[in-house]
DNA sequence: CAGTGGTCTAGACCACTGG
DNA sequence: CAGTGGTCTAGACCACTGC
């Protein structure tokens, strides 16, 4: 362990080091990271499942040979990201884009309407799903060999019966090995939980690029407006654990109904 | 207080519970969050300016009568919402827009340059600036009352001689009695840092909505780019502490060389 | 009522900063 | 070296959930 203090309290596993490479600072790595680190490798080789509840803080307490406080800070960082749910007399428990609650965790797109009322769930509609040789662009993205195999889907989405975001997103197919559009089709709820659930691949956090772009022909056609007419642009790429990119989307949104909504802190 | 057993260890000054409205939920508000707001309007009344170091958890345990662990956690949530930040070592300091760092903490235009070179300090240009009665619109974001007196702003930032952000900007005129364009003009460092030092306005929060939108002439003109060019609308409320508004923007950004980068999770 | 997360305390010790 | 924030522990009690 990073630890040099706690002679006769190691957590166990007695987990590798992480740092103290011999050029480098000492790498002092607080016991509560060296716990949320087990946590988090528990999560990804998915001891407990999204939706599930992981053991009581007492529970991993005792597992890892440490106070409750401790593990109580190691999961307060993993709900910080989001990647666990606490609910007090319940437990704590996996996240996942299953859940009732916002319907697209990541979408950051809202109607106009001051009246809060908020609209119906989107008509979606695939265009395209294929399998392809992935372009030098697409497989720098993904973090893939230039030719390696990717599915290409791409959809509309409709509100209100307004064609409001046309999205092109590109996966990895061996980790998506059998999705097809008739799957997409089929599955309600959103397209991560699907990942979650069938492929059992989370994304965890997503890096959006902005831009404004003049609609091209074809956007324009699926879109329902007119060629050059300006659209917001959202370029994401989704990770899951260990920050490994598995998704490349590129967003075309109609902002004349819509907004897309940040927080600044 | 809305505490029921520290019968002995009342924080002082003994504060008048927040909540417990006769019909309403019983209101239960932990000590940490009691004193955070004890904090915060420390923070707000002043008593520690930005930059400055505010006192020692110790301190502050002995002046709220609690242990040091209650106020770490008040603490703890204060520099999660950004308000002040905690220096190992050192202490813990009011947050401010005027520290070297990033030289504009709101503002989430990127150079797309791969190359990690940050570019330089941008040129900035006032166009225009000043005082009108509040139309409608801009009252009503504001929270003043129609016809109330308003600054407007407007200029343009230039980056490696690529004029690529417009931005319109209103302010409340009270409480930024004396601001002029050469006020403006001969301040080194965000604007933000200048409310701050000169006017005793932090921002502290915001919120953006972001559209894309054809240049109109006007804009086209002083972003040297065609009319009917895309640009991304970048409409943005800063907000003061108690999430008083107190700062309209709208931008337009050129993402021909920038784009605006968001981090979801 | 037992079990969960949430709060609070008190005390010991560690890592970092500056004089 | 003293002072600051940061970590860790152990124990008590509270609030919430569901049986």
Same mark, same amino acid.
């Given at each position: 362990?990073?630890?040099?203090s706690?002679?006769?309290t190691?957590?166990?596993?007695?987990?590798?080091?992480?740092?103290d490479?011999?050029?480098?600072?000492?790498?002092?790595?607080?016991?509560?990271?060296q716990i949320?680190?087990?946590i988090?490798q528990?999560?990804q080789?998915?001891?407990?499942?999204?939706g599930?509840?992981?053991?009581? /803080?007492?529970?991993?307490?005792?597992?890892?040979?440490?106070?409750?406080?401790?593990?109580?800070k190691?999961?307060?960082e993993?709900a910080?990201?989001?990647?666990?749910v606490?609910?007090?007399?319940?437990?704590?428990?996996?996240?996942?884009h299953?859940e009732?609650?916002?319907?697209?965790?990541?979408l950051?797109?809202?109607?106009?309407?001051?009246?809060?009322a908020?609209?119906?769930?989107?008509e979606?509609?695939?265009v395209d799903?294929?399998?392809?040789?992935?372009?030098?662009?697409?497989?720098?993205?993904?973090?893939?060999?230039?030719g390696d195999?990717v599915l290409?889907v791409r959809?509309?989405?409709?509100?209100?019966?307004?064609?409001t975001?046309?999205?092109?997103?590109?996966?990895p197919?061996?980790?998506?090995?059998?999705?097809t559009? =008739?799957?997409?089709?089929?599955?309600r709820?959103?397209?991560?939980?699907?990942?979650e659930?069938e492929?059992?691949?989370?994304?965890?956090?997503?890096?959006e690029?902005?831009?404004?772009?003049?609609?091209?022909e074809?956007?324009?056609a699926?879109?329902?407006?007119?060629?050059? /007419?300006p659209?917001l642009s959202?370029e994401?790429?989704a990770?899951?654990?260990?920050?490994l990119p598995? =998704?490349?989307?590129?967003?075309?949104?109609?902002?004349?109904?819509?907004?897309?909504?940040?927080?600044?802190?």
């Amino acid at each position: 362990m990073a630890i040099s203090s706690n002679s006769t309290t190691d957590p166990l596993p007695p987990a590798a080091d992480a740092g103290d490479a011999p050029g480098g600072t000492p790498a002092f790595s607080p016991l509560y990271q060296q716990i949320k680190v087990l946590i988090l490798q528990s999560l990804q080789e998915g001891e407990w499942k999204p939706g599930e509840s992981i053991p009581s /803080e007492m529970e991993l307490a005792a597992r890892f040979r440490v106070s409750q406080g401790t593990v109580r800070k190691a999961i307060d960082e993993l709900a910080a990201e989001n990647l666990v749910v606490r609910r007090q007399g319940k437990g704590t428990f996996v996240a996942t884009h299953a859940e009732h609650q916002v319907q697209y965790r990541f979408l950051r797109l809202l109607p106009d309407s001051g009246s809060g009322a908020s609209e119906g769930p989107a008509e979606r509609r695939i265009v395209d799903c294929k399998r392809q040789r992935a372009p030098a662009e697409i497989a720098r993205a993904l973090g893939l060999r230039s030719g390696d195999t990717v599915l290409q889907v791409r959809r509309v989405l409709t509100f209100q019966n307004v064609p409001t975001i046309l999205e092109d997103l590109w996966l990895p197919a061996a980790p998506f090995k059998g999705l097809t559009a =008739e799957r997409l089709d089929a599955y309600r709820g959103p397209m991560y939980a699907l990942f979650e659930t069938e492929f059992g691949v989370r994304m965890v956090r997503a890096e959006e690029k902005i831009r404004a772009l003049a609609a091209s022909e074809e956007a324009a056609a699926l879109l329902d407006v007119k060629p050059g /007419e300006p659209l917001l642009s959202v370029e994401r790429i989704a990770y899951t654990y260990q920050d490994l990119p598995m =998704e490349l989307r590129r967003g075309l949104y109609r902002t004349d109904t819509h907004h897309y909504h940040n927080t600044l802190s």
